[in-house]
C-alpha cells in the first residue's frame, strides 16, 4: 500500500499524520484573573439598553472549568431599534505578536432556545495605535475576525450528529468550539474583545449563553508539517467533466462560472471552461446594476426628485458580445445570473420605498422593508404601480435585450437570438436568519421571512398578504411574459382590453403591438430559476418550499397561465464548508424539493452555485484557496465534493445542471474548486468523477465523517 503513496494515486492515501498542531501563545484563566475582563463598547456600536445585560463567573454546569455567563436583555419596542448587543475585552499584557497563523479559540455553550436569537459572536483586536487607529477602541480594521452563530450550527447538531449534548436551565443545550484565524499577517495585539449581536428585531428576556477555555494559539514551530498535495495533471490531460456529466448520459449539465470582467468577449473551447463544462454562467454583468440609469419616464414623473446614477449615457450596460462568444463557440448553454437582488442594484433602484408601509421594524404580520446597508437615501416613495412598471421594464428589457432580435431592446436581427438555457428571477431573497423564528411559530408560513427589500416591496406595498400582489409572484410572471411561450402569447392578447389581466403599466412602454406578443414568443424559454444560500438549514428549506408551492399552485388559476409552472427551478447556491454533516443536510432538501417535484409543482433542482471552503475545524486545518493545500486538506475537499456528487447521482434526475463557482483556483469565497491555481486536476476533480472509489480509497478521513457515507445511501423522508 505505500507504493501507492508514493505514486501519488489520487485515488488513494493512508493518513499523513497529524500535522503542525497548535500551542496556546496566550491563556485567559477565568478563575484567577476574571477581573481583566471589562465591559466594552462593540465594534459597531450597538449597545443593549436593559442594565441587567451584562456576564459573570459561574460555576460551569457541565464540568468542564469555569465559564462566563452572558445574560441577554434586549427589547427592541422600548429601544426603538432592530438590533441589540453588547461587548466585552481583556488586555493582552506584554502585547503579542501576530501573524496569520494566530487563532483565537473558546468553546460556546448555547442552549436549543437560541435558535434565532443571535445574529453572532464577533471577535476583534485592539491595539495602542498604528495605521488604522480609530479612536478610543484604536484597532487596526485589518485585525479583526468574525465567529457567526447561525441556525445551521444549531440543526446540524440537532437533527443530523449531535457535537455534544448537555442539560441546563430545563432545556437541551450544545456545544461549539470555536477557532477563528486572524485575518492579517502582522502586527499586535493589546486586547481582546468579544462581542455579542442580537438577531433583527428580536425580543430577549434573561436569555443566556455560556462561553470558556478562551485562548490564543500558534503552530508549534517544531512540529512537522503534513506534505503539500501536488497535482501532477493539467486539465487537457485528463477526461473532460462533460464527457461523463451531460444529458445523453442521463447526468445533469455540469457548467462554471465565466470571471468578472467585461474586457474580454472571447471564449476558447480548448480553454478549461471549453474543455469540461458545457452551460457557462457570467458572474457579474446581468446583475441588477447593469440597469445604470433611471428610465427617462420615471425621471419625467419626478422631475425634482435627485436620482443617484453615474454619468448621462446609456440607461442599460450589458456587454452583450460575451454571450455571443458563448454561443457561437458551438454546443455551449448560457445561464443568467440575476434580475432582482438586494445586492448589485443600481444606486437609482436602491432610493425607492414603497409608498404605504413605513415600518423599518418586524411585526405580527410581516409588514416591513428594510434594504439593510444597501438602501440609499435620498428616499423617494412611490406607489405600486409606478414600482411594477419600473421591474416590468427591467425584467422585459433585460430578456428581450438578449433573448429577441427587436431593436426596440437594442438587439437586432444581424446579431440574432441568445438562447439561455435558464436564468435567475430572483437571487437570495429569504432573509438570511429570520426563517428560524418563523417557521417555528408558522411552519407554513413564507411572506413574513422574506427580505422584504424596499425596492422590490414597493411592488406590493401593503397588499403583501395577497398571493398575487406579492413581488416575488410578479417578478416571475413578469419573466413568463418577457420570453413567452406560444399560450402565454395567446393569453395576454385575449386579456389585453383587461386591466385585471393586463394592467395599464403593463401597456405604457411599448412592450408589444396591440396586445400581440408573439414576436417574442421561442421554442424553448429559459428555465426560470428561484437562487438561494444556506438552503441545507431545514427552516430556510421550509421557507423555500412554502413559497414554492403556493406560488406555483396560486399560478395555476391566474388568467394568464401558460401551462408551466411559475417558478420552475430550485437553485441551490452550495457555497459550502467540508462538514461531517452538511452532505446529509443537502440530501434531506434535495429529497423534499424532488418530492415537489414529483407532484408538479416544480420542475427541477440545480445547484446553481458550488464550491467548497476548508474552515479551521477540518482536517488538515484551515486554507484559502488559492493556496496550495496539504495532502489531508486535499483529501478531505475531495472526500465532501464526493459525498456531494454521491446525492447529485441518486438523484440526478431530479437536477438540471450544477455550477461550479469558479473554473480554477478559488472562487470568490476563497473556497476550493476542482482545478488549482495552476490549471491542474485537483483531489477534488478525481473525487467528483468517481466518488465511491475516492471516498473508500481515504478510509482515514472516515472517522470525521462518520456515518456520512451510509446516511446519504439512505432514504430521508422529510417531513414538512
Known amino acids: 500500500m505505500a507504493s501507492k503513496n508514493v505514486l501519488n494515486d ?14 496556546s501563545v496566550h491563556g485567559f484563566d477565568l478563575e484567577k484573573n476574571f477581573s481583566i475582563w471589562k465591559a466594552w463598547r462593540t465594534n459597531d456600536g450597538r449597545v443593549l439598553p436593559n442594565a441587567n445585560s451584562g456576564y459573570e463567573l459561574v460555576n460551569d454546569p457541565f464540568e468542564t472549568g469555569s465559564l462566563i455567563k452572558l445574560t441577554s436583555y434586549f427589547d427592541p419596542s422600548l429601544a426603538g431599534k432592530a438590533f441589540g448587543g453588547y461587548g466585552m475585552r481583556a488586555s493582552i499584557n506584554p502585547a503579542l505578536e501576530i501573524d496569520n497563523q494566530t487563532f483565537v479559540e473558546f468553546d460556546l455553550y448555547y442552549p436549543k432556545s437560541a435558535v434565532g436569537k443571535y445574529m453572532r459572536f464577533e471577535i476583534w483586536s485592539t491595539s495602542t495605535g498604528g495605521e488604522g487607529f480609530q479612536g478610543e477602541a484604536g484597532f487596526p480594521g485589518n485585525n479583526r475576525t468574525q465567529v457567526y452563530i447561525r441556525t445551521s450550527d444549531i440543526e446540524s447538531l440537532a437533527q443530523i450528529k449531535p457535537e455534544w449534548i448537555g442539560f441546563h436551565n430545563g432545556e437541551t443545550w450544545y ?200 438602501a440609499i437615501g435620498p428616499y423617494l416613495k412611490v406607489n405600486k404601480n409606478t414600482a411594477r412598471r419600473i421591474y416590468f421594464n427591467h425584467i422585459l428589457y433585460e430578456m428581450r435585450h438578449l433573448m ?58 401593503n397588499e403583501i398578504g395577497d398571493i398575487r400582489q406579492n ?154 484557496a488559492p493556496s496550495v493545500l496539504n495532502q489531508k486538506q486535499a483529501d478531505a475537499i475531495g472526500y465532501q465534493y464526493a459525498l456531494f456528487f454521491k446525492i447529485f447521482e441518486k438523484y440526478k434526475k431530479y437536477i438540471d445542471h450544477v455550477i461550479i463557482w469558479s473554473p480554477f483556483g478559488s472562487s470568490w469565497m476563497n473556497s476550493y474548486v476542482f482545478f488549482d491555481h495552476e490549471q491542474n486536476a485537483s483531489q477534488a476533480y478525481y473525487a467528483i468523477m468517481e466518488p465511491d472509489k475516492f471516498i473508500q480509497g481515504h478510509s482515514y478521513l472516515d472517522e470525521y465523517f462518520e456515518g456520512e457515507y451510509e446516511r446519504i445511501k439512505a432514504d430521508p423522508k422529510p417531513e414538512v
Open 10 to 23: 489520487p485515488y488513494f492515501r493512508e493518513d499523513p499524520g497529524a500535522g503542525i498542531q497548535r500551542v
Open 175 to 374: 456545544k461549539k468550539a470555536i477557532c477563528a484565524i486572524t485575518p492579517v499577517s502582522s502586527g499586535s495585539w493589546d486586547f481582546l474583545n468579544i462581542d455579542l449581536h442580537t438577531e433583527m428585531g428580536i425580543k430577549l428576556e434573561n436569555d443566556q449563553l455560556l462561553i470558556g477555555n478562551i485562548r490564543i494559539t500558534k503552530g508549534d514551530k517544531n512540529g512537522v508539517p503534513i506534505p503539500d498535495i501536488i497535482n501532477e495533471k493539467n486539465y487537457s490531460e485528463v477526461e473532460p467533466i462533460r464527457k461523463k456529466y451531460n444529458a445523453d448520459n442521463g447526468y445533469f449539465l455540469m457548467g462554471t462560472v465565466r470571471p468578472r470582467t467585461k474586457t474580454s468577449a472571447q471564449f476558447d473551447v480548448n480553454s478549461l471552461m471549453g474543455y469540461h463544462f458545457e452551460i457557462i454562467v457570467d458572474e457579474n454583468n446581468l446583475k441588477p446594476e447593469c440597469h445604470v440609469r433611471p428610465p427617462k419616464w420615471l425621471m419625467e414623473e419626478f422631475p425634482k426628485f435627485k436620482f443617484k446614477y453615474d454619468g448621462e449615457g446609456s440607461e442599460w450596460d450589458i456587454p452583450t458580445q460575451i454571450f455571443t462568444a458563448i454561443r457561437d463557440a458551438g454546443d455551449y448553454k448560457i445561464h443568467g445570473h440575476c434580475l432582482a437582488w438586494i445586492n448589485q442594484s443600481p444606486p437609482w433602484m436602491r432610493q425607492i420605498l414603497p409608498e404605504n408601509v413605513t415600518s423599518m421594524q418586524w411585526n405580527s404580520d410581516g409588514l416591513y422593508f428594510t434594504g439593510g446597508t444597501n
Open 404 to 461: 429577441s432580435t427587436d431593436e426596440r431592446y437594442g438587439s437586432s436581427k444581424e446579431r440574432g437570438i441568445i438562447p439561455f438555457h435558464s436564468f435567475d428571477i430572483a437571487n437570495v431573497e429569504i432573509h438570511e436568519s429570520r426563517h428560524s423564528t418563523i417557521t417555528k411559530e408558522h411552519p407554513n408560513e413564507w411572506k413574513a421571512a422574506l427580505r422584504h427589500v424596499s425596492w422590490l416591496m414597493a411592488m406590493s406595498d
Open 471 to 624: 413581488y416575488i409572484y410578479l417578478l416571475y410572471k413578469f419573466a413568463h411574459i418577457a420570453v413567452p411561450n406560444a399560450q402565454m402569447a395567446e393569453k395576454y392578447k385575449a386579456g389585453y382590453n383587461d386591466p385585471e389581466i393586463v394592467p395599464e403599466y403593463m401597456k405604457l412602454d411599448n412592450h408589444d403591438d396591440n396586445g400581440c406578443i408573439d414576436a417574442f414568443v421561442l421554442e424553448k424559454q429559459p428555465i426560470l430559476v428561484y437562487n438561494d444560500y444556506e438552503i441545507n438549514v431545514w427552516s430556510k428549506m421550509k421557507v423555500a418550499y412554502n413559497m414554492i408551492t403556493e406560488v406555483n399552485t396560486a399560478w395555476r388559476t391566474d388568467p394568464l397561465y401558460d401551462g408551466r409552472n411559475l417558478i420552475e427551478c430550485m437553485g441551490i447556491q452550495g457555497h459550502s464548508v467540508v462538514n461531517p454533516t452538511i452532505a446529509s443536510q443537502n440530501q434531506r432538501s434535495v429529497a423534499l424539493l424532488a418530492d415537489l417535484i414529483e407532484d408538479g409543482l416544480l420542475d427541477s433542482i440545480c445547484y446553481s452555485e458550488l464550491d467548497i471552503k476548508q474552515p479551521d475545524g477540518a482536517p488538515g486545518g484551515e486554507a484559502l
